[in-house]
């Protein structure tokens, strides 16, 4: 399995706050993704990084924002806290834009705004 | 844009029944093509890949064959386990970092 792991990997949290996810990995890969999940919907990608201190937005970038100031940490944090991000979270790794290379996926973050 | 269309389900089928699930895709350019799995409270797990056409996926007796002409990448398998059950996802990568995926299909095997 790929060495990737997601903190936390539940939390409740209220509307209006700010909350921090932090994916984890030891592979070296040079990408790094945030999608969350939603029923009905598949995965919808949030941001993407291509390298320390380079992201991009993804198609539900609204509200969201990451950094990534080492090759192993990328963090995406909800900047205040809406019911409509409940969600699961899951960050993946990929070690090159060449399209034949997968994506490998962390446990996920099950996170819940009331 | 890009786009993935498969049967979302859920599919209920009796243990060593044979497995078809559709999907159909849309795509500028020449993308790959994957099948994920998940299993409950888990992250997506990749099950078999295609990166040109005409070419066949194949893993744990899952099998997809990479159809340009028709634009479609269905997964089979001839004789489902109820450790099977689970929810698959299909996905292309284009020339770029765009991932697509479909919306998943959930299976469930009975004994």
């Known amino acids: 399995d790929a060495g990737i792991t997601q903190s936390p990997r539940h939390k409740v949290t209220e509307t209006g706050t700010p909350v921090t996810l932090r994916c984890h990995q030891t592979e070296n890969h040079r990408y790094m993704y945030w999608y969350r999940q939603d029923p009905g919907h598949g995965l919808r990608l949030i941001h993407y990084?291509?390298?320390?201190?380079?992201?991009d937005k993804g198609e539900v970038s609204d509200g969201y924002s990451v950094s990534r100031s080492k090759t192993e940490d990328f963090l995406l944090t909800l900047e205040s806290a809406t019911s409509s991000q409940t969600s699961v979270y899951f960050c993946?790794?990929?070690?090159?834009?060449?399209?034949?290379?997968?994506?490998?996926f962390g446990p996920g973050t099950r996170l819940t705004v009331t | 844009g890009d786009s993935v269309t498969q049967m979302e389900g859920p599919v209920t089928l009796s243990e060593e029944a044979f497995l078809t699930i559709n999907c159909t895709y849309t795509a500028t350019g020449y993308p790959s093509l994957f099948w994920y799995v998940q299993y409950p409270g888990e992250g997506l797990q990749l099950l078999l890949k295609?990166?040109?056409?005409?070419d066949k996926g194949s893993n744990k007796g899952f099998e997809a064959t990479y159809r340009k002409e028709t634009t479609s990448f269905h997964l089979e398998k001839g004789s489902v386990q109820v450790s099977d059950s689970a929810v698959y996802f299909c996905a292309l990568k284009d020339s770029g970092q765009n991932f697509v995926f479909g919306p998943g299909t959930r299976l469930s095997v009975l004994p």
């Open positions: 993946a790794i990929s070690e090159s834009r060449d399209s034949s290379y997968e994506q490998y």
């Open positions: 295609a990166t040109k056409a005409d």
């Open positions: 990084s291509y390298g320390v201190k380079d992201t």
